[in-house]
């Protein structure tokens, strides 16, 4: 799986997207998920875009303004949001000493699977595919440390409702003993 994904990035496109968004270009920000477009707008959309089909919305429980705990405290916050017509799912993520990562999660119709690229503060990159299923989006992978190291990964990110998300995580030096990375719970800050 792990070739295959690798084989299947889409290097230009994704590093171009990351690219315009870091350097400050404006992200087109919603406050929740991507509303579904009227059948008249519907007729009015190119073929196969991302408001159209119901797979492109299955990771919309998590957009929004979060506070990201483990064991009852915070350790960070999370901003999600729905860009580029919410094609994709893009998360900042950070924590109070100053780590910070981001990632893009998109749904890849020519693969049938969720992707996730992160990058974080340090330079580790992780690759994950995967699929939304049984209330949760289930994702496996690798990180790439800084440093050349190589992890096997596994997140799933539960939803909880509309104010809950836990996203657990293992990694794996080899891809067969499996130690906790981390279990977070995500609670949903209320609008001033």
């Known amino acids: 799986m792990i070739s295959i994904l690798c084989k299947c990035i889409r290097p230009v496109v994704l590093s171009t997207l990351i690219a315009s968004t870091l350097v400050g270009q404006p992200a087109q920000q919603t406050a929740g998920p991507t509303p579904t477009p009227t059948p008249q707008q519907q007729q009015q959309l ?22 990201v705990t483990e064991k009852d405290k915070r350790v960070a916050t999370s901003s999600i949001q729905s860009i580029v017509g919410g094609c994709i799912i893009f998360e900042n993520y950070s924590e109070p000493e100053g780590y910070t990562g981001k990632s893009f999660n998109f749904f890849d119709s020519t693969l049938g699977k969720w992707r996730q690229t992160w990058v974080d503060k340090l330079g ?66 209320k609008a001033n």
């Not at 990110?157 to 130690?179: F, I, M």
């Open 124 to 189: 580790n990159v992780s690759e994950f595919t995967g699929e939304y299923r049984d209330g949760a989006m289930r994702y496996e992978g690798e990180t790439h440390g800084f440093n050349g190291k190589r992890v096997f990964r596994r997140m799933i990110v539960y939803n909880l409702g509309p104010d809950r998300v836990r996203q657990y995580s293992e990694r794996s030096p080899d891809g067969k003993t499996w130690k906790l990375a981390y279990d977070y719970l995500y609670i949903r800050r």
């Open 46 to 67: 190119p073929p196969g875009s991302c408001t159209v089909k119901p797979e492109y919305k299955q990771f919309d429980f998590w957009v929004g303004e979060w506070d």
